[in-house]
């Protein structure tokens, strides 16, 4: 199993950012796939899911319209794209996998650095 | 929202040590919670899963508990490696939010 995310990203305030999590390894439209982020020096944030089988979504309600979370189930890769940035967008995202049955994040990517500075 | 209250935020301890962390939920989970220990500039790693299952191959000195809504994590005799950040994790219900974390550093 591996998720493989793509690279860091330096966006002005007010921009957007789509982020990729490519996977191998596993069937991809068996799972749901999870949007994490950690901002410098804190603790987790969820902000949203896809069933990667049939694309329903479920959102943050913090974040709901600010982010979309999309996949490509030819390509087995997942996206978040978060829009009107600002600074306090400055963090490292994740993508996570989960089971149907949800009793964890099992399997992590590598993380993207997403910086919001003008 | 669901609230994680992790304690303590900060534990110092030597290797060898047994260690306890505590996680409290604000409300019922039915034991959908989840551990995870993370390294500086790395993703989280899942330790424990339904609050007491061990995760394919993470060491026995790792074990997870539950009583009520309040959770523990124990790592029964800390090596090197253990020192780092510990979460937890409520995936009861949206938005799926994890504790404030748990440093453990080396004394």
């Known amino acids: 199993v591996q998720l493989v995310q793509s690279g860091s990203e330096v966006k002005e305030p007010g921009a957007s950012v789509k982020l990729s999590c490519s996977t191998s390894?596993?069937?991809?439209?068996?799972?749901?796939m999870h949007w994490v982020r950690q901002a410098p020096g804190q603790s987790l944030e969820w902000m949203g899911w896809i069933n990667a089988g049939n694309g329903v979504t479920k959102y943050s309600q913090r974040l709901q319209d600010r982010v979309t979370i999309t996949r490509d189930t030819s390509a087995s890769t997942a996206y978040m794209e978060l829009s009107s940035l600002r600074s306090e967008d400055t963090a490292v995202y994740y993508c996570?996998?989960?089971?149907?049955?949800?009793?964890?994040?099992?399997?992590w990517g590598q993380g993207t650095l997403v910086t919001v500075s003008s | 929202d669901i609230q994680l209250t992790q304690s303590p935020s900060f534990l110092s301890a030597s290797v060898r040590d047994r260690v306890t962390i505590t996680c409290r939920a604000s409300?019922?989970?039915?034991?959908?919670l989840a551990w995870y220990q993370q390294k500086p500039g790395k993703a989280p790693k899942l330790l424990i899963y339904a609050a007491s299952t061990l995760q394919s191959g993470v060491p026995s000195r790792f074990s997870g508990s539950e009583s009520g809504t309040e959770f523990t994590l124990t790592i029964s005799s800390l090596q090197p490696e253990d020192f780092a950040t510990y979460y937890c994790q409520q995936l009861k219900s949206f938005p799926y939010t994890f504790g404030q974390g748990t440093q453990l550093e080396i004394k």
């Open positions: 390894g596993f069937i991809f439209t068996s799972y749901a």
């Open positions: 996570a996998r989960s089971a149907a049955s949800l009793w964890s994040f099992d399997y």
């Open positions: 409300q019922g989970l039915s034991s959908y």
